[in-house]
């Protein structure tokens, strides 16, 4: 690998690439709807699985389980906030 493009790679502007990102995703959404993102987590777990077998460990789940429990609270806890009353 040349370290030139190692370098540029590093320092490019993040605000960039996330706008990149964004974009990117916005269009194959409006184009291929929701079962395109659907299938590029499917590659992407299953790539991860490929270079890491044990993916995900026991502590993982638990941790990713307690994030999907407390963002499901703060939903709820949202949707309160637009009930007629």
Known sequence: MDPAHIRAFAERSRAEVAQRKLDHW???????GA?????AGH?????ARRVR??????????????H????K???????GAFAVR
Do not use: M
Request: no cysteine; charged share 40%; glycine share 2%.
């Open 43 to 47: 590659a992407l777990y299953e790539h």
């Open 53 to 66: 077998p044990d993916f995900p460990t026991e502590r993982e789940r638990a941790e990713d389980l307690a």
């Open 35 to 39: 079962q395109a993102t659907l299938q």
């Open 68 to 71: 999907h429990i407390e963002l």
């Open 73 to 79: 609270r703060l939903l709820d806890r949202a949707a």
């Open 26 to 32: 916005g269009r194959t959404y409006r184009e291929r």
